[in-house]
């Protein structure tokens, strides 16, 4: 189970968070199941430092996403694969993290010791057919910094792009109150993303953490939803997390500053984050342990 503030299909306003959020801790205390480490079917896994901002897509992002998915749809159609379901209400997602203690498939340390930073690109669907089918889709190779992590996650079939990043993390007291500020420019010769968050900690709506008390101290990490890479497109794999996170619902509060510029080699993702009809909705803070299990 993961925690999710986004609009409800069939419905034409927005699902209010608190409720849902406060009614999904309860049901995660008895229906989150444990997930032990095989040591087989490890993908990939590190520590992040987090920020995730979700904006609702105007019509051309829609359909830009759409276009994404009727590709990878044709090679899971040959694959025998369940289909993917894209809704045009679901959020884009944009994550930016620096990865400690990145490991490969193996699971082996790099060589490389320095963190990993990171971008992807990303919405939410549904796999046609399936129960509780809902998987996020990663739209197109991530921007990141660490070779070392590229050359063994290309070898498995999910390549990502070189590129540069500079970051600036601020967490400081502010009376009373504490401030957060991040900023991230991200390059390389075909693409440039700049993301910024400020906001103090009173602007936060909810804080949460997954998975409960019960998994943590089982297995560690639980498993929170199934992801698809466009790169790996007839393949679906488990995403395992332990997480603390801060949910920033009210994006429009004076003391909250975000701002998300992008400009990408791929027409379609460029398409999605410059449509001037998409409306910012979310932002989250989190910092997670994560890993990735092949099925």
């Given at each position: 189970?993961?925690?999710?503030?986004?609009?409800?299909?069939?419905?034409?306003?927005?699902?209010?968070?608190i409720g849902i959020v406060a009614l999904l801790f309860?049901?995660?205390?008895?229906?989150?199941?444990?997930?032990?480490?095989?040591?087989?079917?490890h993908f990939r896994s590190g520590v992040w430092k987090q920020w995730v901002y979700w904006t609702l897509p105007g019509p051309s992002a829609s359909a830009a996403v759409q276009r994404i998915i009727t590709?990878?749809?044709?090679?899971?159609?040959?694959?025998?694969?369940?289909l993917i379901v894209f809704d045009p209400q679901e959020p884009?997602?944009?994550?930016?993290?620096?990865?400690?203690?990145?490991?490969?498939?193996?699971?082996?340390?790099?060589?490389?010791?320095?963190?990993?930073?990171?971008?992807?690109?990303?919405?939410?669907?549904?796999?046609?057919?399936a129960l509780n089918?809902?998987?996020?889709?990663?739209?197109?190779?991530?921007?990141r910094s660490n070779a070392e992590l590229t050359a063994k996650l290309t070898a498995a079939g999910v390549p990502g792009r070189a590129a540069v990043f500079g970051r600036t993390m601020k967490f400081d007291?502010?009376?009373?109150d504490s401030a957060v500020s991040a900023k991230w420019v991200v390059s390389n010769e075909s693409d440039r993303v700049r993301f910024s968050a400020q906001y103090l900690s009173s602007a936060i709506t909810v804080r949460s953490r997954f998975p409960g008390a019960a998994t943590y101290l089982?297995?560690?990490?639980?498993?929170?939803?199934?992801?698809?890479?466009?790169?790996?497109p007839t393949e679906t794999l488990a995403f395992l997390e332990r997480n603390q996170s801060a949910y920033l619902l009210d994006l429009a509060r004076k003391d909250v500053?975000?701002?998300?510029?992008?400009?990408?080699?791929?027409?379609?993702?460029d398409a999605m984050f410059n449509d001037p009809a998409n409306r910012p909705y979310l932002l989250i803070e989190l910092d997670r342990v994560v890993r990735f299990e092949r099925h």
């Amino acid at each position: 189970m993961v925690i999710e503030v986004r609009r409800t299909k069939g419905t034409q306003g927005f699902v209010c968070a608190i409720g849902i959020v406060a009614l999904l801790f309860l049901v995660a205390a008895t229906s989150v199941s444990a997930q032990c480490s095989d040591p087989s079917k490890h993908f990939r896994s590190g520590v992040w430092k987090q920020w995730v901002y979700w904006t609702l897509p105007g019509p051309s992002a829609s359909a830009a996403v759409q276009r994404i998915i009727t590709e990878m749809n044709q090679a899971r159609a040959a694959a025998g694969q369940p289909l993917i379901v894209f809704d045009p209400q679901e959020p884009l997602i944009l994550g930016i993290y620096e990865e400690n203690n990145p490991r490969g498939p193996d699971g082996s340390n790099l060589i490389d010791r320095r963190p990993n930073q990171e971008v992807f690109f990303a919405t939410f669907a549904e796999l046609d057919g399936a129960l509780n089918g809902e998987v996020v889709v990663f739209l197109t190779d991530n921007l990141r910094s660490n070779a070392e992590l590229t050359a063994k996650l290309t070898a498995a079939g999910v390549p990502g792009r070189a590129a540069v990043f500079g970051r600036t993390m601020k967490f400081d007291l502010a009376g009373s109150d504490s401030a957060v500020s991040a900023k991230w420019v991200v390059s390389n010769e075909s693409d440039r993303v700049r993301f910024s968050a400020q906001y103090l900690s009173s602007a936060i709506t909810v804080r949460s953490r997954f998975p409960g008390a019960a998994t943590y101290l089982n297995c560690n990490l639980g498993h929170s939803i199934d992801v698809v890479f466009r790169s790996l497109p007839t393949e679906t794999l488990a995403f395992l997390e332990r997480n603390q996170s801060a949910y920033l619902l009210d994006l429009a509060r004076k003391d909250v500053e975000v701002d998300l510029k992008v400009r990408h080699h791929d027409p379609d993702i460029d398409a999605m984050f410059n449509d001037p009809a998409n409306r910012p909705y979310l932002l989250i803070e989190l910092d997670r342990v994560v890993r990735f299990e092949r099925h």
